[in-house]
């Protein structure tokens, strides 16, 4: 049962330290914070834009390859209906 007053003493003294220190820690924690933040949204606003144009070009390609392939349907449908035409 020592060790449980021990600790309940040291636990208080960390309590009561940390109330009286918290005041005096905390605007200079908040003006090193605000700057740190700030970094943090710029570059997440950054990274969000580059994934953007990525994103952007990568629907391009898509969109040019379907565009391809369309066309390659329709002149393989072409030619088979030409083919058949012929064969007729």
């Known amino acids: 049962m020592g060790w ?3 600790n309940i003493i040291t636990g208080l003294a960390i ?9 005096l820690i905390a605007p200079a ?3 090193a914070a605000k ?3 700030k970094a943090a949204i710029k570059g997440g606003i950054a990274l969000l834009e580059t994934g ?4 952007a070009e990568m629907q391009e390609v898509v969109d040019d390859l379907m565009a391809e392939a369309k066309a390659e ?9 030409e083919k058949q035409a012929k064969d007729a």
Request: charged letters at 20%; glycine letters at 10%.
């Open 4 to 6: 449980l007053k021990g």
């Open 29 to 31: 924690l908040s003006k």
């Open 73 to 81: 349907l329709a002149a393989e449908q072409a030619a088979a209906i």
């Open 52 to 55: 953007k144009e990525k994103f």
């Open 15 to 23: 309590g009561i330290g940390s109330a009286i220190i918290a005041p």
């Open 35 to 37: 700057p740190l933040a």
